[in-house]
């Protein structure tokens, strides 16, 4: 997408258009036939063969990702993701670096994460961001960035899918500063036992610290 004086072209749109012009001044210039042909091979390449092909090495790039991430196996994950290169040049942005600050933050890095998620942010479209704010404030929080965490949950729409865990991170943030403390323990104690993973792990932390 190029954006000119409010002006937004879309270029993928426009190269069926924009070569069939190229097609009819080489024909009117006596272009050879194999030339024509050889011309127009790009088209069924680019809308048609170009996505398959993008498509199966994202179903087995996400496969693997998603067999090493369970295995634990972060490193080499790491590694895995930095050779996919065509994946990382013709991929989704977002998607692909949504990956990586998933990776960053299983292996603590939080500071990197952090990075990779607001270039993540930079690079999508509408309608992927709430996944995105969602993910950043998760690291803002680790990394202690509270009032920046809290500000990018509250920033999420109504009837986001992430509304619980929302909340249950504004009851964290409440007893990390020692506001309205009464009533973040009792909703994280009520929490406590339906919640597993990490989160459970952050409730206990909080309530233990919090005495």
């Given at each position: 997408m190029a954006k000119s004086s409010g002006l937004t072209i879309d270029w993928h749109k426009a190269l069926i258009p924009f070569s069939l012009i190229t097609m009819f001044v080489m024909w009117t210039?006596?272009?050879?036939?194999?030339?024509?042909?050889?011309?127009?091979?790009?088209?069924?390449?680019?809308?048609?063969?170009?996505?398959?092909?993008?498509?199966?090495?994202?179903?087995?790039?996400?496969?693997?990702?998603?067999?090493?991430?369970?295995?634990?196996?972060?490193?080499?994950?790491l590694e895995f993701y930095r050779s996919q290169f065509f994946l990382r040049k013709f991929a989704p942005r977002q998607e692909m670096l949504s990956k990586l600050a998933?990776?960053?933050?299983?292996?603590?890095?939080?500071?990197?994460?952090?990075?990779?998620?607001?270039r993540a942010l930079d690079a999508s479209k509408a309608g992927y961001r709430d996944r995105l704010y969602f993910n950043l404030?998760?690291?803002?929080?680790?990394?202690?960035?509270?009032?920046?965490a809290e500000q990018m949950y509250r920033a999420l729409k109504r009837g986001s899918p992430y509304g619980h865990s929302v909340r249950t991170q504004l009851a964290l943030i409440d007893l990390h500063r020692g506001t309205h403390t009464d009533e973040a323990?009792?909703?994280?104690?009520?929490?406590?036992d339906s919640a597993s993973g990490p989160?459970?792990?952050?409730?206990?932390?909080?309530?233990?610290?919090?005495?």
């Open positions: 210039q006596h272009a050879p036939l194999w030339l024509l042909a050889l011309f127009t091979l790009w088209i069924p390449a680019y809308y048609v063969a170009y996505p398959w092909y993008l498509r199966k090495k994202w179903v087995e790039f996400d496969k693997i990702f998603a067999m090493k991430f369970q295995q634990g196996d972060y490193r080499g994950l998933l990776i960053y933050s299983a292996m603590e890095k939080f500071r990197e994460a952090e990075q990779v998620l607001e404030a998760n690291v803002k929080y680790e990394l202690g960035k509270y009032d920046e323990r009792r909703f994280l104690e009520r929490e406590r989160t459970r792990d952050r409730i206990e932390e909080a309530l233990q610290r919090a005495g």
